[in-house]
């Protein structure tokens, strides 16, 4: 595998190494092989590694095999994907509710395998969503900008909302529930909230619309944990209408919860993405009135 990455800088007043090794997180393996090797260019032209990167300056970065080894997975049915946003580095899809986000054995084909069939290319999981919802995932299309993604949902700089239709009524308008999130004792599947050992979980909700019995919410991720907003809706007496997890009075077919926005500044272009992702079935679970 060899691939060129080209963009048009915009950090200026960085030096070629901070730029690499602050900005775009290249390794220092692979920072070395491509001082070794020159293959970096700044307007076309051969550098000094503390040259001064302008703004708008074309640079460009070329990979070799033993820089980032050649993965391959199974490619899957690139008509199953719904495409909300792509480039040459990443793209978000909308993916379909009973689909999962990766396969757990390498010849499972999932919405990763779907979508490295649609790109043409290997392509890797940014974050995930429950097999049993639906909406927007962010997936990257090379190992280059792997780590710059994370890095961001690390730093919780790429929003997420989601759209849950819940049990009951939420009294205050909007609610930030704070409990820690931990694994069940007796069930692998499931997490419970768990104050002591349980790893930090933040999730705002926001009322859109109360029904007679249920409400539609809408809830941003401040952090990602398994089930973090089943959990929290769960355990605070309202559960996902339709989940097989947590709620143990299934009225839909399928699982109320939709991840209906994501938004992220592109790390390399500084360009704000913004998707929102639509689902037929989520709608039509919602009541007429």
């Not at 952090?223 to 839909?252: A, E």
């Not at 926005?261 to 009541?287: D, Y």
Request: hydrophobic content about 35%; charged content about 20%; glycine content about 4%.
């Amino acid at each position: 595998m060899r691939f060129t990455v080209t963009i048009q800088n915009p950090y200026p007043g960085t030096t070629v190494k901070e730029l690499l090794e602050n900005h775009f997180l290249v390794p220092r393996k692979i920072r070395h092989f491509l001082r070794v090797k020159k293959h970096v260019r700044i307007n076309h032209e051969l550098i000094n590694w503390q040259s001064q990167v302008a703004l708008g300056d074309t640079i460009e970065l070329i990979f070799d095999e033993e820089d980032y080894p050649d993965k391959t997975i199974p490619l899957g049915n690139a008509n199953l994907i719904e495409c909300l946003y792509e480039d040459q580095h990443l793209i978000i899809v909308n993916k379909p509710e009973g689909m999962k986000t990766h396969g757990n054995e390498s010849t499972e084909l999932a919405l990763l395998n779907h979508v490295s069939a649609f790109v043409g290319q290997t392509c890797y999981v940014v974050h995930r969503l429950d097999m049993e919802t639906s909406g927007a995932v962010l997936f990257a299309k090379n190992p280059f900008i792997l780590p710059i993604l994370n890095r961001l949902l690390e730093n919780k700089a790429i929003q997420r909302n989601y759209r849950a239709f819940i049990q009951g009524h939420i009294p205050q308008k909007k609610v930030t529930y704070r409990q820690a999130i931990g694994r069940h004792r007796h069930d692998r599947r499931q997490r419970v909230v768990d104050t002591r050992h349980g790893q930090t979980a933040v999730t705002h909700i926001n009322v859109l619309k109360a029904y007679k019995h249920a409400s539609l919410v809408n809830c941003q991720l401040e952090t990602g944990r398994t089930h973090q907003i089943r959990v929290h809706l769960s355990h605070n007496g309202h559960p996902i209408i339709g989940d097989p997890l947590y709620h143990h009075q299934q009225i839909n077919e399928r699982l109320m919860l939709h991840a209906h926005h994501l938004q992220l500044r592109h790390p390399l272009t500084l360009e704000m993405i913004s998707v929102e992702a639509s689902s037929k079935t989520f709608e039509k679970g919602l009541p007429k009135t």
